[in-house]
């Protein structure tokens, strides 16, 4: 048996998530369907996280055990099998206890809000109204790099052991009328994106400042944050892994990378 990891992308409004659930078709469901049918065999798959019903992925890696003779053709027919909002970009070769989940040393998110009716792009934008002051979400923003416990920012009774998190990037830009924020972390609580979002944009509309951010996170206290931003806007855009891990050192994983679309 040896491991691979997998490279895809998926559009997630068809599906309840990414972890398989016995109530609703799953991101994680359709590929291990998919692989136990070419592999003849049952194949789980583990990923690198779980997204929530909705959220969308550019980049998201999964790893399973298997015999593959041709990663392409795996690969190809993979294609030809799953439904169009998914697709598998890459199947490399990775050392035998290398952990899509574990393994991971970051993850990153962006989050699109727009002031705009889009009759086209509505599907993946939050629509506010009106300019927000996105000099205060981004001083607003910065203080996330003061702490580790988000508390605030989770998800309530979620079986995680700590809720405690590195952030190395958080960011609003302003494209337009849409303003994009970027949030790069070690490991995200479950919600913890889209309740951050809400939060600053409260900032954006000149009803927290920094000092009251701080207060939100020192409470570790959900009541006391933003409202939850609509998950249809959330993409999972990037995860990086140790070089170690790929037995092909040269390997450049492709992945859709085209935010510019949005």
């Known amino acids: 048996m040896n491991r691979y990891f997998i490279y895809l992308a998926y559009n997630g409004a068809n599906y309840c998530g990414w972890q398989t659930q016995p109530n609703g078709l799953a991101v994680q469901e359709s590929i291990e369907k998919a692989l136990s049918t070419l592999l003849r065999t049952t194949t789980p798959i583990v990923g690198a996280g779980r997204t929530d019903a909705g959220v969308h992925s550019r980049r998201m890696v999964a790893h399973f055990d298997g015999n593959v003779e041709d990663t392409e053709v795996l690969k190809d027919k993979m294609n030809r099998i799953l439904a169009n ?21 970051s993850r990153l998110y962006r989050y699109y809000v727009t002031t705009r009716k889009d009759p086209f792009m509505h599907p993946f934008k939050y629509k506010v109204h009106g300019n927000m002051d996105i000099d205060r979400m981004n001083r607003c923003a910065k203080v996330l790099f003061e702490y580790e416990d988000f ?26 009328d849409d303003y994009v924020f970027t949030i790069k972390a070690n490991r995200f609580l479950r919600n913890m ?6 939060t600053l944009i409260e900032a954006g509309r000149g009803k927290l400042d920094e000092q009251g951010m701080r207060r939100i996170i020192e409470l570790k206290d959900r009541g006391a944050a933003g409202l939850s931003v609509p998950a249809q806007a959330l993409f999972l855009d990037e995860i990086e ?5 790929f037995l092909n050192k040269d390997h450049k994983p492709f992945y859709y990378n085209r935010q510019d679309l949005l």
């Open 241 to 245: 892994y140790p070089s170690h891990l």
């Open 85 to 105: 909002d998914i697709v598998i970009y890459d199947i490399v070769p990775v050392t035998s206890d290398a952990h899509a989940r574990f393994d991971a040393t």
């Open 151 to 176: 508390t605030s920012f989770s998800k309530l009774h979620t079986d995680v052991k700590t809720n405690n998190c590195t952030i190395m990037q958080a960011e609003w830009i302003r494209q337009d």
């Open 193 to 198: 994106v889209r309740a951050i979002v809400g």
